[in-house]
């Protein structure tokens, strides 16, 4: 190509993807340049399938609670494991299939490659050299394996190749206590795999409130092994691997690398923009244009590394979209922080994390599930949630729990800190009963009593029974 394009698009991820959609809107005088398979990483190897093999782990887990239930022949029940990962991939590649339609009929202006920038407004892809008044990096991210691992082969997994297995070994270490790691654990576990966690900190899953923190660890600590606090050393052993750290020291016949994920920048080519770079060759992304420095290049999703977090991807190859379309780049405000681990119970950060708070100015309500109404009948009575608010005037900043149907209670509590609601006006709204957000109010209730009282003709100020079957 000859001419100089409007935009060139590095990566066809989920920001990649949401960047396209919003540069269509005003040229066709673009190229999206994508280095291997396309689909988007959540799609192929991360959030749709790894929730697919929850939803099988969580099924087959289900049989558990039968007889309480007064259902007999649980013990008959058999998890046939090829047969589930048939599913996932099945399922899988029909949520490949449904991004990929997006860029099929894109012609010469989608291309397979490898991109190399040479300078601000050009790059190389195929031995080809192109031009373009703004380029968008969106190359996306990959598992994080150390480099003396990588000789271990097939016994080594990631997120990136658990879901090609035909099986999976009977007994088996997971690497990184993070949300990805914590999900694949429990799910694994649950399908009946004899599984062992290792953290390198004390902390699982992203809490950070360390009484959510620890009942977090105390509940999923009743489904397999954990040893957090100690970095974890990984050798051969016969046709195994060894796993040791300070305090522990196993034989598995596999093990899932769940590390986290690093940018996909090697040899992209970011030091000939002419511009500091960090510790980690990435340079500084301002959060609210996706603008590198004051260059016409902007950095989206997982590629800046500021959140690895699908909308949060999206949210930001449209701001990159949007702003390579503009003159003069402008600011969005983001989204109230959300983050959702897929375990049981679901452990979830929103808004303010506990450690980012000042807790001279800061007060916590909390709910416990074990006497939780709605919760009991359905055998899900386990966890904790903490709500954290201003205490001068009440407003919602934050919350970190570990609670059943916490997904759902989190996107409620997302809503109402985005709106700046106070305790007093969330807890005008209706709780039906008996639903599991009623314990969200009881929560709310113990924040309330901390405050100044509310009028009296409020109905946010309507008190408990003190009655399980009712509260």
Same mark, same amino acid.
């Given at each position: 190509m000859n001419e100089t394009l409007d935009v060139v698009i590095i990566g066809a991820g989920s920001a990649g993807l949401s960047a396209?959609?919003?540069?269509?809107?005003?040229?066709?005088?673009?190229?999206?340049?994508?280095?291997?398979?396309?689909?988007?990483?959540? &799609?192929?190897?991360?959030?749709?399938?790894?929730?697919?093999?929850?939803?099988?782990?969580?099924?087959?887990?289900?049989?558990?609670t039968f007889a309480e239930f007064g259902i007999q022949g649980a013990d008959f029940l058999t998890c046939d494991i090829p047969a589930v990962l048939q599913r996932v991939r099945r399922l899988?590649?029909?949520?490949?299939?449904?991004?990929?339609?997006?860029?099929?009929?894109?012609?010469?202006? &989608?291309?397979?490659?490898? #991109?190399?920038?040479? #300078?601000?407004?050009?790059?190389?892809?195929?031995g080809q050299e192109l031009r373009a008044h703004n380029i968008i990096i969106a190359t996306g991210s990959s598992p994080v394996v150390f480099k003396p691992w990588r000789s271990l082969g097939k016994r080594l997994l990631t997120t990136d190749t658990l879901f090609e297995q035909e099986t999976l070994p009977s007994r088996m270490a997971i690497l990184g206590m993070?949300?990805?790691?914590?999900?694949? &654990?429990? #799910?694994?576990?649950?399908?009946?795999?004899?599984v062992v966690g290792f953290g390198s900190r004390p902390t699982i899953a992203g809490l950070t409130d360390p009484q959510v923190n620890a009942v977090a660890i105390e509940l999923l600590g009743r489904e397999f092994s954990l040893h957090l606090g100690d970095k974890a050393e990984l050798a051969a052993a016969g046709e195994g691997l060894k796993v040791r750290t300070g305090a522990a020291e196993i034989v598995v016949d596999g093990v899932l690398a769940a590390l986290g994920r690093h940018p996909n920048i090697s040899d992209l080519g970011l030091e000939t923009l002419g511009i500091p770079l960090d510790q980690h060759g990435i340079p500084q992304v301002n959060p609210n244009t996706m603008q590198v420095a004051d260059l016409r290049v902007f950095m989206a999703g997982d590629a800046n590394d500021?959140?690895?977090?699908?909308?949060?991807?999206?949210?930001?190859?449209?701001?990159?979209?949007?702003?390579?379309?503009?003159?003069?780049?402008?600011?969005?405000?983001?989204?109230?922080?959300?983050?959702?681990?897929?375990?049981?119970?679901?452990?979830?950060?929103?808004?303010?994390?506990?450690?980012?708070?000042?807790?001279t100015k800061t007060l916590v309500g909390e709910v416990r599930f074990e006497r939780q109404g709605?919760? *009991?009948?359905?055998?899900?009575?386990?966890?904790?949630?903490?709500?954290?608010?201003?205490?001068?005037?009440?407003r919602l900043l934050g919350a970190e729990m570990c609670a059943p149907a916490g997904e759902h209670m989190a996107h409620l509590l997302a809503l109402a800190i985005d709106?700046?609601?106070t305790?007093?006006?969330?807890?005008?709204?209706?709780?039906?009963?008996?639903?599991?957000?009623?314990?969200?109010?009881?929560?709310? *209730?113990?924040?309330?009593a901390q405050l100044p009282a509310g009028n009296e003709s409020d109905l946010s100020t309507c008190g408990e029974f003190n009655m399980e079957a009712l509260d």
């Open positions: 396209l959609r919003a540069v269509r809107k005003h040229t066709q005088r673009f190229v999206i340049i994508n280095d291997g398979p396309w689909g988007t990483v959540c &799609a192929r190897v991360g959030c749709m399938p790894s929730k697919t093999l929850i939803e099988a782990a969580n099924a087959f887990h289900r049989r558990n899988r590649d029909d949520f490949v299939a449904s991004t990929v339609k997006t860029t099929q009929d894109l012609g010469e202006r &989608a291309i397979s490659g490898r #991109a190399r920038l040479l #300078a601000p407004g050009r790059l190389e892809v195929n993070g949300p990805i790691g914590i999900e694949m &654990a429990q #799910a694994l576990s649950r399908l009946g795999i004899e500021q959140a690895a977090i699908l909308h949060e991807a999206a949210d930001e190859g449209h701001i990159a979209g949007f702003n390579a379309m503009r003159p003069i780049p402008v600011c969005f405000k983001r989204r109230t922080p959300l983050a959702i681990v897929f375990s049981n119970p679901g452990i979830a950060v929103v808004g303010s994390r506990y450690q980012s708070l000042d807790h709605r919760a *009991r009948t359905g055998q899900r009575n386990k966890g904790i949630l903490h709500i954290y608010a201003e205490m001068e005037s009440g709106r700046s609601l305790v007093q006006e969330l807890l005008r709204i209706p709780f039906y009963h008996p639903v599991l957000e009623e314990g969200l109010r009881t929560a709310l *209730r113990t924040l309330a």
